[in-house]
């Protein structure tokens, strides 16, 4: 009904119009130019003052156009035959003023198309039109070099005519662009555009034909054009001052929209709340994580300062704090207290709404899940760790029991065999003529075999005090250590005329009697494996290894003797228990001196390795922290 | 030979073998006087609160039943009437803290029990004139 009645209160209009021009030509004339050329100005306004806000540049570029168009068109309504206005040019004027004016319509629409995606610069658009304008202007009224259009008695000339068609191409090339891209636009703002343009075509058409400017075509030609600035007017000028967002706020309306889906497809829990404490909205999400439904929501029961527990309000605070501050604030942990009475942990992010201090948005995650996992995750580390933790005490009792038995057993197994010797030794020494020869030579292997394995069980002895006897570390002089093994040695050295050579030695954080022990195993060891005809010679030095600014690196202690040497590859061999490269006979002991040495630098966080060649000499290097 | 001509060692020591290795090497060794053997350091003490005259030398055992070496090497140093007696540790213990413990304590040697019979009968023999003849003359 509505569309019906305007549609004929247009129709009344235009046919008012008409009826006008049986009073005179010139009204009409002035009428319907007049009304384009006010639309064409409307146009430009609405566009110009909107133009920070548009983002569809084509409206732009067409605002700015059609005030240059309406400029001339203005001109060209001074200009007709009868107005008086510009003497002396004729019928010719107006209608080269038209055909300008129509041109420029025509291609604005067209280039216009070039900016459906792309941005230019209104001021300099606006420049560029003024220019052309004032070029056309005065090559029409001046230089007089713009074609002529229109003669008197003849009619047309062929420029004008085919001009006219030249127009109906551009406006159709003008269309398509338009039917493309037609997801930029407004559907009714579209249809209005292209319904204008068509109109603008038949209106061109109608010019082609008239032989006089006040003959029948030309005022239909006019009504056309009417028409199709009224069309214009419908889609740009009604429409951005009746539905704006359909035109000049078709962005923000996208974006609202864009918004309001991401609201309600419930992707995840959102909130519009007041800082107060007021939820204004919600999403279904948001409700069903509180536990509250929407009507218990509008009664403004789902407050999220009800739904926080006290115990979490200054997390909240410290959120409202930031954004107040910063306006956002990240993500906290926090819980809130169901409807229910139960709670749920969640992460939540906020940001103030523009405009309003007082409210925010706020997003949260429900965080059980992951909590549950988490927790899980918690638990089974936990007890692999106290399995970790029960496995090594296990194990470390055990080494302990293990290393205390060997001691044990070691020193008790002292007594019985001390004793086996004691009564073999009175019977070797004081019974001698009741006992064969044979039986005397048992009783001495018996004796032997007894002293080995006193020599054995004092080693094992030895070996197993190194970790059941720990003594705290303290500092030492090794030289001083060193010295007094090479005293107590003393013995020992003489008879195999050997020679040490003790050069600087550090003080150490150690334990004396483990340090004697190495050096004197060691010590030992180059005066047991000696060469034949060669005294021995052992030289004992040391030097800093390794360290740097923050590690304080180690000292590097070398036993150097000229002995029988070994092969590298018994190196390993050597210091475990019990191991010996030579035959009993050759030379004496139990193969511990250097498992001792090794389990007495490991004890204290070094290292021993040797280095040798057969006959050669052997190196022992021991390498100890520098500080424990 | 009265008593006070026959200077008493008083032995505790739980070994019989080594109560029995100490006297015949004590023997051997020629010495005056005689070892009396009791089984631990309870024993020791009561031994020693109804000995008159008090024994001229005690060797001492550490580990025993009931009344360890340690503890009684306390009591009697500790004990006015009975610190002047002479105490050897003989043990079988090589360990350098039991030597200087039983030193602090206030014991006058500290032997390891040897493994030769020789050895036994030099050790009596030398204890002995160290500690039995000297106090006589």
Redesign the interface.
């Known amino acids: 009904m509505h569309y019906i009645l305007r549609t004929a209160l247009l129709l009344a209009a235009l046919f008012g119009l008409v009826l006008t021009s049986l009073h005179g030509y010139l009204l009409f004339h002035g009428l319907a130019e007049g009304f384009s050329i006010v639309i064409a100005c409307g146009i430009f306004m609405i566009v110009w003052n909107a133009r920070r806000l548009l983002q569809n540049h084509y409206l732009l570029f067409i605002g700015i156009a059609y005030l240059f168009v309406g400029g001339i068109d203005f001109l060209h309504t001074l200009a007709y035959k009868g107005m008086g206005v510009f003497e002396g040019y004729g019928a010719d004027l107006p209608t080269q003023l038209w055909i300008a004016g129509r041109y420029m319509e025509a291609l604005s629409l067209l280039i216009a198309t070039f900016f459906l995606h792309r941005k230019f610069s209104p001021r300099g658009v606006f420049i560029v039109y003024g220019l052309s304008t004032g070029l056309l202007l005065v090559s029409i009224f001046s230089w007089r070099i713009f074609p002529a259009c229109f003669q008197e008695g003849v009619g047309l000339t062929p420029f004008k005519i085919y001009s006219e068609y030249i127009m109906c191409v551009i406006l159709l090339a003008a269309i398509v662009p338009l039917i493309k891209n037609a997801k930029d636009f407004d559907r009714k703002v579209l249809i209005l555009l292209i319904a204008s343009i068509v109109t603008t075509i038949a209106q061109e058409l109608a010019f082609t034909t008239y032989l006089s400017v006040y003959g029948p075509s030309n005022l239909i030609g006019h009504l056309l054009k009417i028409i199709s600035f009224y069309l214009l007017y419908k889609a740009i000028v009604e429409t951005s001052l009746v539905t704006p967002w359909n035109l000049l706020f078709r962005e923000l309306k996208l974006s609202e929209a864009k918004f309001r889906s991401i609201f309600e497809t419930n992707v995840v829990p959102i909130a519009y709340s007041n800082i107060d404490g007021q939820v204004l909205d919600a999403n279904d999400d948001y409700l069903k994580l509180v536990g509250y439904t929407r009507e218990e929501l509008e009664a403004g029961k789902a407050r999220w300062d009800v739904v926080t527990p006290a115990e979490w309000k200054h997390v909240d605070d410290v959120a409202i704090e930031r954004l107040g501050r910063d306006g956002s604030c990240a993500p906290i942990e926090k819980e809130y207290l169901r409807r229910d009475g139960t709670r749920v942990p969640v992460l939540l992010g906020a940001c103030r709404l523009p405009g309003d201090p007082h409210q925010v948005v706020a997003f949260c995650l429900d965080l059980t899940e992951r909590k549950k996992a988490e927790e899980a995750l918690q638990k089974s580390r936990d007890e692999l760790e106290q399995r970790v933790r029960e496995r090594t005490a296990e194990l470390e009792r055990r080494n302990q029991e293990l290393q205390n038995f060997t001691f044990v057993a070691a020193h008790d197994l002292q007594e019985p065999l001390r004793k086996l010797q004691t009564f073999g030794d009175f019977i070797a020494t004081r019974c001698t003529d009741s006992i064969s020869e044979q039986g005397r030579d048992y009783l001495r292997r018996m004796g032997e075999t007894a002293g080995r394995m006193e020599a054995l069980l004092r080693s094992l002895l030895d070996y197993s005090r190194m970790t059941s006897k720990d003594e705290p570390l303290a500092k030492v002089k090794l030289k001083e250590i060193v010295e007094t093994v090479v005293s107590d040695l003393e013995t020992q050295i003489k008879e195999a005329n050997a020679s040490v050579e003790i050069g600087d030695l550090p003080a150490v954080e150690a334990d004396a009697a483990q340090m004697a022990s190495l050096f004197q195993n060691l010590i030992e060891n180059a005066l047991k494996f000696r060469r034949d005809g060669e005294p021995p010679h052992v030289k004992i030095q040391c030097t800093p290894v390794g360290g740097n600014g923050s590690k304080p690196g180690e000292w590097e202690i070398h036993v150097e003797d000229n002995g029988i040497g070994f092969e590298e590859q018994y190196k390993d061999l050597m210091f475990k228990p019990f191991q010996r490269l030579h035959g009993r006979k050759e030379y004496g002991g139990v193969g511990m001196g250097l498992a001792i040495c090794k389990k007495v630098v490991e004890r204290h966080g070094g290292s021993i390795t040797a280095r040798s060649t057969p006959g050669g000499g052997s190196t022992f290097v021991v390498r100890l922290p520098r500080k424990q | 030979l009265s008593s006070q001509d026959t200077p008493l060692v008083l032995m505790a020591d739980d070994?019989e073998?080594?109560c029995t290795?100490a006297k015949d090497a004590f023997r051997e060794s020629g010495a005056r006087g005689e070892i009396k053997c009791v089984e631990d350091g309870v024993a020791l003490m009561d031994c020693l609160s109804r000995s008159d005259p008090l024994p001229g030398l005690i060797l001492l055992d550490l580990n025993m039943p009931r009344k360890d070496g340690r503890q009684a090497l306390k009591e009697i140093k500790t004990d006015p009437k009975l610190q002047a007696i002479p105490i050897v540790i003989l043990t079988?213990s090589r360990e350098?803290e039991d030597m200087v413990y039983t030193r602090a304590m206030g014991a006058e040697d500290f032997i390891t029990?040897?493994?030769?019979?020789?050895q036994?009968v030099g050790i009596m023999k030398g204890l002995a004139e160290r500690w039995l003849e000297e106090r006589e003359s």
């Open positions: 070994d073998d080594d290795l079988t350098k029990k040897p493994g030769a019979y020789g036994w």
